[in-house]
């Protein structure tokens, strides 16, 4: 189930840290949406995310 994260969310996530500042950011709106999609589909699927992730001992 993929879902698109609500508004509030989005511009929360939107206010870049210093270090995303520094990196800079064309469209910080956008970034943050995919950021919080992809979380989203990570937190709907732990056993997918567990599966298919290199970094997980003992998947």
Not at 24 to 30: E, I, K, T
Not at 44 to 58: F, I, L, M, V
């Amino acid at each position: 189930m993929t879902s698109i994260p609500d508004d509030d969310r989005i511009e929360e996530r939107a206010h870049l840290l210093p270090e995303e500042l520094a990196a800079g950011s064309d469209d910080a709106r956008s970034q943050a949406e995919a950021i919080l999609e992809e979380s989203d589909e990570r937190t709907d699927d732990p056993e997918g995310t567990r599966r298919d992730s290199s970094q997980t001992p003992g998947a």
